[in-house]
């Protein structure tokens, strides 16, 4: 996996964003959702989409990784 670092200009975009914006829990509650549906939706069109296949399970993974930025939900005991 590779890091790579933002600009201070895109943290305090990021910062006042979700500051200002949107509540983190709402977010995180959304893209849950929204991966969801996407996952479903998917699996029902198209069981055999051998091509997409890493390109959605990268997709669904970074956006499970951002809602747990935001709402850390499966690291609670």
Known sequence: ??????????????????????????????????????????MRENETLKLEMPNLENGFYWLNQLAEVLNPYLDVE
Do not use: G, Q
């Not at 914006?21 to 959304?30: E, I, L, R, W």
């Open 1 to 42: 996996m590779s890091t790579n670092t933002l600009s201070k200009e895109a943290e305090l975009r990021l910062t006042d964003f979700f500051n200002k914006t949107v509540d983190p829990k709402t977010m995180a509650k959304t893209i849950r959702h929204l991966n969801y549906l996407l996952a479903l939706s998917v």
